[in-house]
């Protein structure tokens, strides 16, 4: 399983309502390496699912087009789909399962504590969802509706980016004041039980998350790339002196520093493909020089970078590179970062200032890009009112191929299960 990264809700803030929650079950307790946190494993909650969700959600039924609204509890910009269910977060550490057949609550895991969600991961290998809210590292058992283990730091630090490969969970955890001297951790735990693998001081800036592929983990601090073993912590290699990587860019067996999003800085270092192993540089196709917002890699090795000016971030060109044979393949002019891949094609909406095509999901082929005949031609799929740029929508892929794609939005807070064009 590759890198599943953090639903686009690591960006933002949410607001949830808070409910308390009891575990029954054995439930021990396990101190993690350097004794920060500690771990609760619970093999149910206290909404335990019913036998109809159960049946709903594990295959039974096929993906269908719906539409539900979304709870206040349920934040922004924090749900992930499998092939069989959509999950999202609720106040700081809770999960909602949700039915691919007609988008109806299968399961909840209540949140146990207050404060902002700072993202979700959906692990579908391991059937977990994880998810962070300050002091809080939490996993849901996709299978059964049930929490599954739970991390808690001390009251001075909290965790700061998670991610998820091949049934491991990385974390990133730092002290919670900005004012007091970095110090920023990596732990490893057991996506199916949450059991501390490793726990180390690491060179990281905390606000970018770490890239997990192929038994490694990496880690950036800007101006180095560390690359770990993921069953023990140890270093394995550094970039050499000189390389400047803001960003860690993974999809496939592809590693890709860039610029970040979150710069004040007018000017980026340019894309720079790394090889996995030792760290190298590779040659790399010439970005467009402008911001980085957003980055997604087929597993053939097309990057999709989605460029802005830093002065006006409204709107920008998703452009795709050949990471293989270095060069620019095309570009789309549009409004918004949201996109996915599947099927060998490029997935986001049309630009919401063209009043002759806007409100409408489109697909472009990954290699002949928007301008191409036949049957790599682009699709669009009819004008919604969730697709609108106006409703500020998210794209939710589940995988397993099933030929459709949920929709979130974010103004009138909804989901909308929808046919890929």
Not at 370 to 375: E, I, L, Q, T
Request: glycine share 12%.
């Amino acid at each position: 399983m590759r890198q599943v990264q953090m639903t686009r809700g690591v960006i933002g803030a949410v607001l949830f309502g808070m409910a308390a929650v009891g575990c029954a079950g054995s439930g021990d307790a396990r101190s993690a390496e350097t004794g920060h946190t500690t771990t609760t494993a619970s093999p149910h909650s206290s909404a335990p699912i019913s036998a109809a969700a159960r049946t709903s959600d594990g295959g039974q039924d096929s993906w269908r087009a719906w539409t539900k609204d979304l709870s206040g509890s349920e934040g922004v910009q924090v749900c992930g789909a499998t092939a069989h269910q959509v999950v999202c977060a609720t106040g700081a550490d809770g999960f909602v399962g949700r039915s691919r057949a007609d988008g109806a609550v299968s399961w909840t895991v209540p949140t146990t504590t207050a404060g902002k969600n700072l993202g979700l991961v959906v692990d579908k290998a391991d059937e977990r969802a994880v998810t962070s809210g300050g002091r809080t590292l939490r996993a849901a058992n996709l299978r059964t509706g049930t929490a599954a283990w739970s991390h808690r730091l001390p009251a001075d630090r909290v965790y700061t980016q998670v991610v998820a490969a091949e049934g491991v969970v990385y974390a990133l955890d730092a002290w919670s004041s900005f004012d007091r001297e970095a110090s920023v951790a990596l732990g490893a735990y057991r996506a199916s039980d949450g059991t501390t693998l490793w726990h180390r001081t690491v060179d990281a800036d905390r606000s970018e998350s770490p890239a997990a592929f192929g038994g490694r983990v990496y880690t950036t601090d800007s101006s180095k790339v560390t690359a770990r073993d993921g069953r023990n912590g140890d270093a394995l290699a550094t970039t050499t002196s000189g390389t400047k990587c803001p960003h860690l860019i993974t999809g496939g067996d592809y590693l890709v520093c860039s610029g970040s999003a979150y710069t004040a800085e007018d000017t980026f270092p340019p894309l720079q493909r790394l090889d996995p192993g030792d760290l190298r540089p590779l040659a790399t196709a010439k970005d467009s020089g402008q911001k980085p917002e957003r980055a997604l890699i087929s597993a053939d090795g097309v990057l999709m970078l989605f460029e802005v000016s830093p002065e006006d971030s409204g709107v920008g060109d998703w452009n795709a590179y050949d990471l293989n044979r270095p060069r620019k393949l095309w570009s789309y002019h549009t409004t918004t970062k949201e996109a996915g891949l599947v099927g060998g094609r490029f997935v986001t909406f049309t630009p919401r200032n063209d009043p002759t095509t806007r409100g409408h999901m489109i697909t472009i082929d990954l290699h002949a890009g928007p301008h191409a005949k036949g049957s790599a031609a682009p699709r669009m799929s009819p004008a919604y009112p969730e697709t609108v740029g106006s409703a500020y929508p998210a794209l939710l892929l589940p995988g397993g191929d099933p030929g459709y794609v949920v929709i979130e939005t974010m103004v009138h807070h909804i989901l909308r299960s929808m046919p890929l064009p």
